[in-house]
């Protein structure tokens, strides 16, 4: 099956820091989420982004789908961005999930 | 609002006794997922329906069991819970139009978390 590498898998950043949060896939796919789980357990959708350049506020991402990575930017972090990014990618119907990455800002 | 909704957020239930855990979305999407999420990992897919067809992945095991009665309700059915089947149950939906294979935006529901005593 696909593989979905994520990288790096902690960081600790001191508030208003920026940070950039890859994800490599070893197969073409379909679809790429970026997801951000709440301390609650709850998957937040950031981004829908197959291929491409997104922002929404202070996160952007990229697709480079021929090269199979993403990234995820995060600028002027804040003390509520922590918790833990994943990255999901369909070859078709099915989300695999990548391994993940521990954000923690500190004040 | 349109979402999607699992009920219910804790189940407790003992070893070997029969647990089913329940989807519901107001988002009219054709596909819907369930996920096991243990802790410190990422969410893991047990199997999804694509309509009224059921794709299991290779290693779910034999023990989980899916339903769909209709577009808006899915089930998950653990049919003798073991201590390893502790975790977050997560459900999710999509839409696939039409015949591309290719799906759109994934909605999750907030999880059902499962004790096994």
């Known amino acids: 099956g696909i593989q979905v590498e994520q990288s790096p898998p902690d960081l600790i950043l001191q508030e208003g820091a920026n940070s950039t949060l890859r994800c490599n896939f070893s197969d073409s796919v379909n679809n790429l989420q970026w997801f951000h789980q709440n301390p609650w357990g709850q998957l937040i959708n950031l981004f829908y982004i197959p291929s491409g350049t997104k922002q929404n506020g202070r996160l952007s991402a990229t697709t480079v789908a021929t090269e199979r990575y993403s990234l995820l930017y995060i600028s002027s972090s804040q003390t509520t961005d922590s918790g833990v990014y994943f990255c999901?990618?369909?070859?078709?119907?099915?989300?695999?999930f990548g391994t993940g990455t521990s954000l923690t800002v500190i004040p | 609002d349109a979402m999607v909704i699992q009920n219910p957020r804790y189940q407790v239930t003992q070893f070997g006794k029969p647990v089913t855990l329940s989807c519901s979305q107001t988002l009219n999407h054709n596909v819907m997922y369930w996920y096991q999420q243990k802790s410190s990992q990422a969410p893991k897919l047990l199997f999804h329906?694509?309509?009224?067809?059921?794709?299991n992945e290779a290693d779910t095991p034999d023990n989980f069991q899916s339903r769909r009665p209709n577009t808006s309700f899915c089930f998950l059915d653990i049919r003798s819970p073991g201590l390893g089947d502790a975790a977050m149950y997560l459900c999710?939906?999509?839409?696939?139009?039409?015949?591309?294979?290719?799906?759109?935006?994934?909605?999750f529901g907030p999880g059902t978390r499962l004790t096994v005593l």
């Open positions: 999710a939906t999509s839409r696939t139009p039409g015949t591309s294979g290719s799906t759109d935006t994934q909605y």
């Open positions: 999901a990618v369909a070859p078709g119907n099915q989300f695999y």
């Open positions: 329906y694509y309509d009224k067809d059921f794709n």
